[in-house]
Each structure stands twice: as structure tokens, then as C-alpha cells.
């Protein structure tokens, strides 16, 4: 649904050049939600900004729906923006316009008639559960209820493809919550292929497919949340269980990262461990996390006894991802 | 004193006064927004690049700024000949006083709409909008607050510039005041007319904030 390959994005300030794209490629699949992270400057606002224009790509191409928008002529170019929403951190509404008509604002622009506009709107506004508001203006509204009418907007002319620039970055925990919530149902029900930059960690848990982490203009991770969650070493698993400071080895032990995935988080795998082998289990640390809609755990274990060997492999033989260090 | 004959006097150039500051609004502001417009979009950073173009046209709006209307009314003659037909009177008086106020509000206007949030902008770009429906949809009704204001200014600039139009037989409160109030010492028409000057001031300053509160959403 949207293919960026090989994309960059110089910068010449005064005296010096900033890469704040370093030939990035990655592939969004139709009705996924792609995140991609990372922390402030890395270029994701750049990156997020090229995929619809917004900003010119020093070399690359970028393809949405098709469409190789790197090389379209403005007008066209123009045509496939109406087909790609966008939502924006500080909201971006027109502050002389009513919530309707802001919403009716790219129906207008396409130029829908009157008639059209006025049912679109009404089925949006309840779409994002703001009917009532329909003639109050965005300086009355709350933050969530401001972003709710910039997804409206963003839907307005039925596209498959929204982007998120931090969409969530300037509301409260709760709000960022139902915010996500209505962009999960939204590509639930619309099939909607949603590309978000973010730098909360928090997001991708809630809501993504995809990862992308982006660092000084390169990404330097990438795969599918769940994969990259139950790998210990990848960035993103770091994130969410960060190792902490190094735990002091108690000599004569072994110590292991274990990482339970989906039902067997559930299982009281530790109890029969020690039941079945001749061994001592001493635990660390650990967390449990909902990521994606599945309860991921990762404990920190030292075990000492004659049948370490022999319960490592057990754990394994479950299903578990155990990491010996 | 005789006001049996000062009121048809001072009604007569209130008219006048109205006529001259009404017809050259009208025209200012249908001459000057185009010309605040063209200003933010050629910029640098704007719409329609074109940094040649905002140049001259800056350099133009601050010479016309720069120069004391009593000149500007006496330089520009021979083209309120041109247009007009006639260098003298209420109507050749429009002409300067227009020439004058159209590059005021041109700056006013032009402030007005760098005020528009450049997210807004870039939200309707993503949006597919070309540059005339961002000036039509976004900027101009954005900007509306302060336009009204700078209408408001440029209202009270022409009511002070349109004093000065005795000089070319224009007429007016203004000429009034001057005239019989200050060279024939009749202080009580001095009075009304500086009164009725103050009064009208005052009112459209009122008026156009309250007007510009009322079309703010924010
Ligand atoms: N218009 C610009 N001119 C010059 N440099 C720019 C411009 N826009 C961005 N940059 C630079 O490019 C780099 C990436 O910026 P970008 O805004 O994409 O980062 P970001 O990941 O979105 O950061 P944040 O999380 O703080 O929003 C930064 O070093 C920034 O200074
Ligand atoms: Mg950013």
C-alpha cells in the first residue's frame, strides 16, 4: 500500500547538511498499522512528510496505492493527496470553521455537492462518536474531541491510506488511549492502512502491526511487533523490558532470560520446573505486558542445582524463549 | 453664529467626507488585500515563490509608505487628471487618498495572514488544495480578525488623511475645521467638527473590534 524505497532527505542549513533521511526503504501491506519510532530529530516528521509530498525527497521513490507519487505532475499529485488522510499533533483545524465544517472541508475541496457533504458529515461525525458537536467550534472542544474531528476530516473522502504525524503526542494517557482505540476499530472495519510516527512506546504496544525504529535517518530495526517483541535482543523487547542494571552473579548459578508469549504466560511454568527437576529457581525481575493484544512476560532467573541442563531444555520443549547468559 | 446655516454647511461636507473615505476604502481594500496576499505567497517560505517579485512589490509598498501624504496629493496630480479627469474636488481626492492607504493596508493584510498557522496550511496541502483554495479557504477566513481590524485602521488613517484634501478642493469635516475654524477663528465650528471627527473615530474603532471579536471563533 505504500512503498518507500531508497529514500532521502537533505537539509542544507547555513553551514551544514543534515541527512535527516539516509536512504530509507520499507513496505506498508495494505490494512496494516505501521509504527515507526524513534527519539527527537531522528527524522520521522521528514519521513512521515514525504510519504504524501509535503516535503521533497532529496532522492527516492515513494508509492501509495499504486500510485509513484515521487513523479507525478502537481495536479495530479493534488488528486492522489485527497486519497491519503492526515492527522497532526496540534490538530491543524480551522478554527473560523464549525466542527461540520471542518469535517466538510475536503468534501468541499473535491468538490461534492451540498447534499453529499451534509450525509458524509453526519455519518463521520457519528463515525468518531462527535454528533452532538457538530456546530461547536474547535476553541470549545477538548483535545481528544479535537483529534476525533481530525480523523473525521482525514476521512472524509473515503481514503485507504491515513498518516499519523504524533497524532496522540499532545493528549493525556486516558485520551491517547481512545484515541488509539477508534484508530484500531477504524482499520478494523475500513480496512484502513494506517502509517504513524510516534515516540511513545506506548502506541506500538496499543496498536501496531509494524515497526520501524528510525535513528539519525536510518532504520535501524524492523519486523512485525510480535516477532521482534519475543526477541530479547531486539531494540523494541529492550524498550519494553529494559535489562536494568546488571544483576550480580551469584557464582555456581545460571542465569536466564525467559520470555513467555501468549498462553503460556498464563501457565505456571516456574512451579513445575522446580517440582520436576532437582533445581533452585531465584527470580530477578520481571514484567508481564499486554502488546498488541497479547500478554507477553519476561523473567530474569538464576537456577543453581544438579538439572539446570536438564530444565533449560524443558522450558525450551514448552514453548518458552529462554536466553542463558 | 448661525447654525440655520452651519448644519447644511457641516451636513454637506460630512458627506463629503463620507463619500471621499468610503469610495477610497472600497477601492483599498479591493486593491490592497490582493496585494497583502501576493506579499506572504511570494515569500520565501510561501505559497507561489517568487523572491523577485516580492522584492519589487515590497519596495514599492515602502516607497508609496514613506511618502508624506501632502506630497503624495501634490505629486500624484497629473494622474488623478489621468483617471478622473480632473485634479480638484471630492472625487480627484480619492485617488491620493486611496494611493496612500492601499499600501498601509497591503502591510496590515500582509501581517494578518502570516498570523495563520502554517499547520493549517500545510493541512489543507495534504488535503489536496491548490493555492487558490488555500488563499479563498484557509487564509483569508482565518485572517478574517485581523482584517476587519486593519480595515477599521485604515478607515480612521483615511478620515485623518482626508482632512488634508482641502488642499486639492476635496471638502470635508476636515477642510471645514480648517478653514472656518482656524483661519476665520470660528471656534464653535472648530469644536463641532473636532467633536464629530472624534466621535466617528471613536466609533468605527469600536465598531470593528466588536465586529472582528464576533467573527473570532478561537
Ligand atoms: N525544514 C528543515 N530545515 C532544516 N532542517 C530540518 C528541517 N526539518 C527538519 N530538519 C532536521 O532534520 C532532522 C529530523 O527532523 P524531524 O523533524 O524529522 O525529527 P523527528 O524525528 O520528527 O523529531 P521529533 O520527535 O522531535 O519531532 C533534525 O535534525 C532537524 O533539525
Ligand atoms: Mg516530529
Same mark, same amino acid.
Given at each position: ?8 532527505? /537533505?537539509?542544507?542549513?547555513?553551514? +551544514?547538511? /543534515? ?31 514525504? !510519504?504524501?509530498?509535503?516535503? #521533497?525527497?532529496?532522492?527516492?521513490? /515513494?508509492? /501509495? ?23 497532526? +499533533? ?6 473560523? #470553521? ?13 468538490? *461534492?455537492?451540498?447534499? *453529499?457533504?451534509?450525509?458524509? !458529515? ?17 476553541? +470549545?472542544?477538548?483535545?481528544? +474531541? ?57 502506541? !506500538? ?63 505456571? !511454568? ?56 | ?24 476604502? @472600497?477601492?483599498?481594500?479591493? @486593491? ?187
Amino acid at each position: 500500500m505504500i512503498q518507500i524505497s531508497g529514500l532521502s532527505k /537533505v537539509f542544507n542549513q547555513s553551514r +551544514q547538511t /543534515v541527512w535527516a533521511l539516509d536512504h530509507v526503504s520499507l513496505h506498508v501491506a495494505p490494512g496494516e498499522i505501521f509504527g515507526v519510532v524513534g527519539p527527537s530529530g531522528a527524522g520521522k516528521s521528514t519521513l512521515i512528510r514525504c !510519504v504524501n509530498l509535503l516535503e #521533497r525527497p532529496t532522492a527516492g521513490e /515513494v508509492i /501509495v496505492n499504486g500510485q509513484l507519487l515521487t513523479s507525478l505532475p502537481e495536479a495530479d499529485l493534488r488528486r492522489a493527496r485527497q486519497q491519503i488522510g492526515m492527522i497532526f +499533533q496540534h490538530f491543524n483545524l480551522l478554527s473560523s #470553521r464549525t466542527v461540520a465544517g471542518n469535517v466538510a472541508f475536503p468534501l468541499e475541496i473535491t468538490g *461534492y455537492d451540498k447534499r *453529499y457533504r451534509q450525509e458524509r !458529515v453526519e455519518e463521520l461525525l457519528d463515525l468518531v462518536g462527535l454528533t452532538e458537536k457538530a456546530h461547536a467550534y474547535p476553541a +470549545q472542544l477538548s483535545g481528544g +474531541q479535537k483529534q476525533r474531528v481530525g480523523i473525521a476530516r482525514a476521512l472524509a473522502t473515503e481514503p485507504r491510506v491515513l498518516l499519523s504525524d504524533e497524532a496522540t503526542s499532545a493528549l493525556d494517557p486516558q485520551t491517547t488511549s481512545s484515541i488509539l482505540s477508534l484508530l484500531k476499530d477504524l482499520n478494523r472495519r475500513l480496512g484502513l492502512t494506517i502509517l504513524l510516527i510516534t515516540h511513545e512506546m506506548e502506541v !506500538v504496544k496499543q496498536i501496531c502491526d509494524h515497526v520501524a525504529i528510525l535513528n539519525d535517518g536510518r532504520i535501524v530495526e524492523e519486523g512485525a511487533v510480535h516477532d521482534l517483541i519475543v526477541d530479547p535482543d531486539s531494540r523494541l523487547s529492550q524498550a519494553f523490558f529494559p535489562r536494568g542494571e546488571e544483576v550480580i552473579h551469584t557464582p555456581g548459578t545460571t542465569s536466564a532470560a525467559v520470555t513467555f508469549v501468549g498462553k503460556a504466560a498464563d501457565r505456571p !511454568v516456574l512451579a513445575s520446573l522446580v517440582r520436576r527437576f532437582d533445581i533452585d529457581v531465584n527470580i530477578l525481575g520481571g514484567s508481564i505486558q499486554v502488546i498488541g493484544g497479547r500478554r507477553i512476560g519476561r523473567l530474569q532467573i538464576e537456577l543453581s542445582g544438579t538439572q539446570v541442563p536438564q530444565a533449560l531444555t524443558y522450558l525450551r520443549e514448552t514453548g518458552l524463549r529462554v536466553e542463558v547468559k | 453664529m448661525d447654525w440655520s446655516v452651519w448644519i447644511p454647511n457641516l451636513s454637506h461636507a460630512a458627506l463629503e467626507t463620507l463619500y471621499m473615505v468610503g469610495v477610497s476604502t @472600497l477601492l483599498t481594500v479591493v @486593491l490592497g488585500l490582493p496585494l497583502g496576499v501576493l506579499l506572504v505567497i511570494t515569500d520565501r517560505n510561501g505559497l507561489k515563490r517568487a523572491p523577485a517579485l516580492n522584492q519589487v512589490l515590497g519596495a514599492v509598498v515602502n516607497f508609496a509608505r514613506s511618502l508624506p501624504f501632502i506630497i503624495l496629493l501634490v505629486v500624484v496630480i497629473p494622474f488623478t487628471r489621468f483617471v478622473v479627469g480632473t485634479s480638484i474636488g471630492s472625487t480627484a481626492a480619492i485617488v491620493p487618498l486611496s494611493l496612500a492607504a492601499i499600501p498601509f493596508f497591503a502591510r496590515v493584510a500582509e501581517t494578518g495572514l502570516r498570523e495563520v498557522d502554517r499547520g493549517l496550511v500545510e493541512a489543507a496541502q495534504a488535503m489536496g488544495c491548490t493555492t487558490w483554495q488555500i488563499i479563498r479557504k484557509v487564509l483569508l477566513p482565518e485572517a478574517l480578525p485581523s482584517l476587519i481590524l486593519g480595515i477599521a485602521l485604515t478607515i480612521i488613517n483615511l478620515i485623518g488623511y482626508s482632512a488634508m484634501a482641502g488642499v486639492i478642493g476635496g471638502g470635508g469635516l476636515g477642510d471645514v475645521a480648517v478653514r472656518y475654524g482656524y483661519q476665520r477663528f470660528e471656534t464653535a465650528v472648530m469644536v463641532v467638527t473636532v467633536v464629530l471627527l472624534v466621535v466617528v473615530v471613536q466609533g468605527i474603532q469600536i465598531l470593528g473590534s466588536k465586529l472582528a471579536l464576533k467573527v473570532s471563533k478561537r
